[in-house]
């Protein structure tokens, strides 16, 4: 286990978030999480989030998101399709979408919390190997941070 904590340019901290994201990125293809149908790790992982925060509209997502619209209007236009979601319209506003979890989403929903527990699980106990459990926690309490930093500052200069 690593007690010393490597320094990084800035430079080379920007390479590694790149790196990390590409790597996260390369893995969204379809994968049956144990329903008998195919779907990506995006789709299952904005399903969790409507199922956390349900009655989020196409601006909130695309903002929370850092997508945009138009994306985040088709991923859930497929994943209604599929059944996973569907919309209601607000009484007082007949325009405003608000996007809510399904059976079948819910029930994708369980799968996907198992399949990322087991696979996610098992890159943890790998990174256990290099890393102390404090320093495991640490980054993904920066990684959570940079992510809401990054969202002000991307926001903030629209």
């Known amino acids: 286990m690593s007690s010393k904590i490597e320094k990084h340019t800035i430079s080379e901290k920007a390479d590694i978030m790149h790196r ?13 999480y144990g329903t008998g149908e195919m779907y990506t790790p995006v789709e299952g992982h904005m ?30 236009k497929k994943m209604e399709q599929k059944k ?16 809510f979890v399904a059976e079948k989403g819910q029930e ?16 943890l106990r790998m990174l256990e190997e290099l890393c102390t459990d404090d320093e495991i926690d640490v980054c993904f309490s920066v990684l959570g941070k940079y992510i809401k930093v990054r969202q002000k500052k991307h926001y903030s200069k629209k």
């Open 84 to 99: 996973l979601i569907y919309k209601e319209n607000p009484a007082d506003n007949f325009r405003k979408q608000c996007f």
């Open 47 to 76: 399903l969790k989030y409507i199922k956390d925060h349900p009655g989020k509209n196409i601006t909130q997502l695309s903002v929370e998101w850092d997508k945009s619209k138009a994306a985040i209007s088709q991923m859930l």
């Open 108 to 123: 994708l929903c369980r799968y996907h919390e198992k399949y990322d527990t087991k696979v996610f699980g098992e890159t």
């Open 20 to 32: 990390a994201s590409s790597l996260y990125m390369a893995s969204n293809i379809p994968i049956d």
